[in-house]
């Protein structure tokens, strides 16, 4: 059984860096202003099986898009929509509420 031990493994995902969750918490709090964080965490949590297509399409859309985003910027989101871990974070951050304008009082 030894060859077979590891003939099917996947590698594991890594964690997420602290630029990547600068970023995510700032992209958190921008749609935790506009009150579109729930919206937001549904719509990451029903498509999860989807994101590394998603990821692979913004490589094939790259040279349309670089009008608007660099390269570099580019690559940062295929790499965060590849790691499950980083979608989880931003997910929590969503459900935290950070950014939520203070509710007014009548």
Do not use: Y
Not at 69 to 80: A, G, H, I, Y
Request: proline share 5%.
């Amino acid at each position: 059984m030894g060859i077979w031990t590891n003939a099917f493994k996947l590698p594991g995902h890594r964690d997420v860096t602290e630029d990547e969750k600068i970023l995510l918490t700032g992209l958190a709090l921008k749609v935790n202003k506009r009150a579109m964080g729930n919206v937001t965490a549904l719509a990451l949590e029903s498509t999860r099986p989807l994101h590394n297509l998603g990821s692979q399409a913004l490589v094939f859309l790259t040279p349309m898009i670089s009008a608007l985003f660099s390269r570099e910027e580019t690559d940062k989101f295929v790499k965060l929509l590849e790691n499950p871990k980083a979608i989880t974070f931003f997910i929590d951050k969503l459900d935290a509420g950070e950014g939520k304008p203070a509710k007014k009082r009548v």
